[in-house]
């Protein structure tokens, strides 16, 4: 008999459901990146612009096969879809539009995918966190407005209750950064910011 406990989040919707509100609130800035900005620093301090558009793109498509319970093929260095590319950002639209088509398929949800065999949805939640906390990134990076996902929505609730289960894990990986104090009265979108090592406050 197969487990769907943890199929629905605390709201009820389904991980395509909430994918979708990410993408809808990630891609507005990613269209709205001025070319005059690829080269400018982000939150990530690895990344410059370019290079945090291109590790996003690798990443939703990349979790596209691990919805379909295939293996993913993360490099060391993503691909560069960015230079010389003038459509780039109806590219990054036409793939996350696939990212979220992919785990809305019957049984993308269910059992186990990738490498490590983690729970699909645990899966499913570390592209939701890259979509959400990467286009707040590019957005700080590139001088705009960041429309975070409505409470209501259940974005932001989930993830920072992925964040808490994966925080060690990930802190060890070197892949969040140690949290970041918040003034009280911060908002659910800071929270979370700081909880992955961000300082929410952040400017170029």
């Known amino acids: 008999m197969t487990d769907t406990t943890d199929t629905n989040d605390v709201t009820g919707n389904s991980i395509a ?13 990613v269209r709205a ?67 979220v088509a992919a785990w809305s398929a019957p049984g993308a949800e269910e059992g186990t995918t990738g490498a490590m065999d983690m729970p699909a949805r645990t899966v499913a939640c570390m592209v939701l966190l890259d979509l959400t906390v990467h286009a707040w990134d590019l957005a700080r990076a590139t001088g ?14 989930v993830l920072r209750e992925s964040v808490a289960g994966l925080g060690p894990t990930a802190r060890k990986m070197g892949v969040f950064g140690e949290p970041v104090a918040v003034p009280e009265g911060a908002g659910e979108l800071e929270r979370l910011l ?3 090592g961000r300082d929410p406050r952040w400017t170029p």
Do not use: M
Request: proline share 7%.
């Open 17 to 29: 459901d909430l994918l979708k509100v990410a993408t809808a609130h990630a891609v507005p800035v």
């Open 144 to 157: 705009q407005k960041y429309e975070a996902a409505p409470e209501s929505s259940g974005v932001v609730a």
């Open 33 to 99: 990146i001025p070319d005059d900005r690829l080269a400018a620093p982000t939150p990530c301090v690895e990344y410059d612009v370019k290079a945090l558009v291109n590790h996003l793109l690798q990443v939703i498509v990349q979790f596209q096969a691990l919805a379909a319970k295939q293996n993913s093929e993360f490099g060391a260095e993503a691909p560069d879809l960015v230079a010389g590319n003038p459509d780039w950002r109806d590219l990054f639209a036409d793939e996350a539009g696939k990212l």
């Open 194 to 196: 700081a909880e992955t």
